[in-house]
């Protein structure tokens, strides 16, 4: 069984830093693409970074600059480095990852980051 833990979120003020950490198990192929997605209160499910298993990257118009994504192949997990928060990055942050294989796609639970002005 596939199993994605989030952790690392947690309550900051504005201009703070947070590293996000995300670890995959249970995989019986290898990752494709490993993300992160973040919703806020009353808002849609939105991306925020993306990185493909050949280093591409991808990233939203309200992160560029302040977020950086990774990876470790060989562990199957994925970081969010998260500096110059502000409180709008405040949400509930998800990992998501799709296997190369047959494209299956799998969720974290979610782990909240808070940003205080």
């Known amino acids: 069984q596939v199993q994605l833990v989030e952790s690392g979120g947690g309550l900051v003020q504005a201009g703070g830093s947070l590293r996000l950490s995300c670890a995959a198990s249970?995989?019986?192929?290898?990752?494709?693409?490993m993300g992160w997605y973040r919703q806020a209160p009353g808002k849609q499910r939105e991306l925020v970074a993306l990185?493909?298993?050949?280093?591409?990257?991808n990233y939203a118009d309200s992160v560029k600059g302040r977020f950086t994504i990774s990876r470790n192949n060989v562990e199957n997990t994925v970081f969010l480095q998260m500096n110059s928060l502000k409180p709008e990055d405040t949400a509930v942050y998800y990992c998501?990852?799709?296997?190369?294989?047959?494209?299956?796609?799998?969720w974290g639970q979610g782990t909240q980051v808070t940003v205080s002005s």
């Open positions: 998501k990852l799709r296997t190369s294989r047959y494209r299956d796609e799998y």
């Open positions: 249970g995989l019986t192929f290898s990752i494709d693409v």
């Open positions: 990185i493909s298993s050949d280093g591409r990257l």
